[in-house]
């Protein structure tokens, strides 16, 4: 039997479940179109990687509550969205609960299964973002060695990709060695999340170098264009990833 979606208010917040206490996406009601939980925004570091019109096309695996949907249909507009979520409901009460926008020429839902659509489009995607988990929230086909070859397949040659992992589950360290044999190394943990959540980028180019003191430039336009501030993210990314050259590699 399916488990059931549900959906919890509390203190001007809105929760999505997957049947149990997890919660698989939320909103602020009076804004409901930013990125409430610190994952969600982490999983929009790759924008500050590249510069515009970088990325033109978008993959989501996994809709939950379309918070990061939303995002990037109203804040990245070069971007045509792509979103594969294997079960309808998720939909329904995305749009029905959380302000998910109509499809339209930049945004298209597909009904699939996130690990078998990934092998349909090789060498298109400019930024993969994974973010599917069940009701146990387990990621099962989501995060095997052969759905991040796939995955790395389905890059362009300037593509990223970015994963929300578990850093407090005992398989945490599985998951990132798998991302970067992957993508032979081209990986990076950023630092974990309070919830323990843990976002993972990898791309399958040449090394990335960029200066800290650029990151932070790019942050602080970002968030002016956007509301979202990440420059605590790059601070903490470079107290606990300290370069000699005052750049991030990877």
């Not at 488990?3 to 479940?17: C, F, K, N, T, W």
């Not at 979103?83 to 409901?89: S, T």
């Not at 070859?149 to 407090?168: E, I, K, Q, Y």
């Not at 968030?223 to 601070?235: A, N, Q, Y």
Request: charged content about 25%.
């Amino acid at each position: 039997m399916p488990h059931s979606i549900d959906v919890s208010e509390e203190a001007g917040m809105r929760y999505l479940h997957f049947g149990s206490e997890w919660v698989q996406g939320a909103m602020r009601v009076r804004r409901p179109f930013a990125l409430e939980l610190e994952y969600t925004q982490n999983m929009c570091a790759p924008l500050l990687l590249r510069a515009a019109p970088w990325p033109r096309n978008v993959l989501l695996i996994g809709l939950g509550a379309g918070s990061l949907t939303k995002f990037f249909y109203r804040n990245v507009p070069q971007s045509r969205i792509t979103v594969v979520e294997i079960d309808a409901r998720v939909v329904a009460v995305a749009r029905a609960q959380f302000k998910l926008p109509n499809e339209d020429a930049r945004l298209r839902i597909v009904i699939a299964d996130g690990a078998e659509a990934i092998t349909r489009d090789s060498g298109r995607w400019d930024l993969i973002l994974v973010d599917g988990f069940d009701h146990n929230a387990r990621a099962g086909m989501l995060d095997t060695a052969p759905f991040y070859a796939a995955a790395r397949a389905a890059l362009s040659p300037t593509g990223v990709m970015a994963c929300n992992l578990f850093g407090h589950r005992k398989g945490f360290r599985d998951s990132f060695e798998r991302i970067t044999q992957a993508f032979d190394g081209r990986a990076l943990a950023l630092p974990a999340c309070d919830t323990g959540n843990v976002v993972a980028l990898a791309h399958g180019g040449e090394e990335l170098a960029l200066g800290f003191a650029e990151l932070n430039e790019r942050a602080a336009a970002f968030k002016l264009e956007t509301g979202l501030d990440l420059r605590t993210l790059i601070k903490r990314l470079e107290t606990e990833q300290p370069a000699t050259d005052g750049q991030l590699h990877f």
